[in-house]
């Protein structure tokens, strides 16, 4: 099974509607990043949450970090078509030093 | 050009031959990591280097990977007799450090395939 699961796998969006992704650990969290990729390009820093507790926003998207339920979720307002593409959660543990460990990935596709 | 740069973009080899993939990181970034990301395995962690130094060597699948980095900045991942397995996408990220917590940027990636 994998260390991180993300859900959905995969969601298919009305342009204006709002959208949540969920990153779900099975081991402590030390740190958690959200990366943005595009089919043929490389992975593109979003937000990065600390334990904690902490929440953070850039422009239409929220990511939070709940560290009981061992879980992140990144939340979309208002989708644009420009939010497409696949988005990664990264985490870092405690024993593994500063290489990251990801999800499988949501793939998001947002219709005009 | 202030981004991590890969190159080549795209790889075409044959099943034995060996290849050399190329990781320009950010200037300045101390940290410079490896990862394959392939179809039925998600994103994986190769290699970490700090410095010229690769205190994490984990993650290569086997002997016939290596990895070097040079003067603290350009690194090469190197593929020895190819198999046809070995056809991902090889993304290269560099990282700063702030406030205790570290940033990778990633490259655009190499993608490989092994015919």
């Known amino acids: 099974s994998q260390e991180l699961e993300q859900s959905p796998q995969s969601l298919i969006v009305q342009e204006g509607k709002n959208l949540t992704i969920n990153c779900t650990s099975s081991k402590t969290l030390y740190g958690l990043y959200w990366y943005k990729q595009k089919y043929g390009e490389g992975l593109i820093f979003l937000m990065m949450?600390?334990?904690?507790?902490e929440e953070k926003s850039h422009e239409k998207i929220t990511a939070k970090l709940d560290e009981k339920k061992q879980q992140s979720s990144l939340h979309i307002t208002a989708s644009q078509p420009s939010h497409a593409g696949i988005y990664l959660c990264?985490?870092?543990?405690?024993?593994?030093?500063?290489?990251?460990?990801f999800g499988e990935g949501t793939q998001l596709t947002v219709n005009p | 050009g202030a981004g991590v740069s890969q190159s080549p973009s795209n790889k075409v080899t044959e099943k034995g031959k060996d290849v050399e993939l190329r990781c320009d990181p950010i200037?300045?970034?101390?940290?410079l990591y490896w990862y394959r990301q392939s179809l039925g395995q998600g994103l994986e962690f190769l290699i970490y280097?700090?410095?010229?130094?690769?205190?994490?060597k984990s993650g290569l699948p086997s002997d016939r990977f290596s990895a070097e980095r040079t003067g603290g900045s350009v690194s090469t991942l190197t593929i020895q007799r190819t198999q046809q397995e070995d056809s991902a996408v090889y993304l290269c990220?560099?990282?700063?450090?702030?406030?205790?917590?570290?940033?990778?940027?990633f490259g655009p990636g190499t993608r490989l395939l092994v015919l």
């Open positions: 990264g985490a870092v543990r405690e024993t593994s030093g500063s290489r990251l460990t």
């Open positions: 280097f700090q410095g010229n130094s690769a205190p994490d």
């Open positions: 990220a560099s990282s700063f450090t702030s406030g205790g917590w570290e940033t990778q940027y």
């Open positions: 200037s300045g970034h101390t940290a």
């Open positions: 949450l600390q334990k904690g507790g």
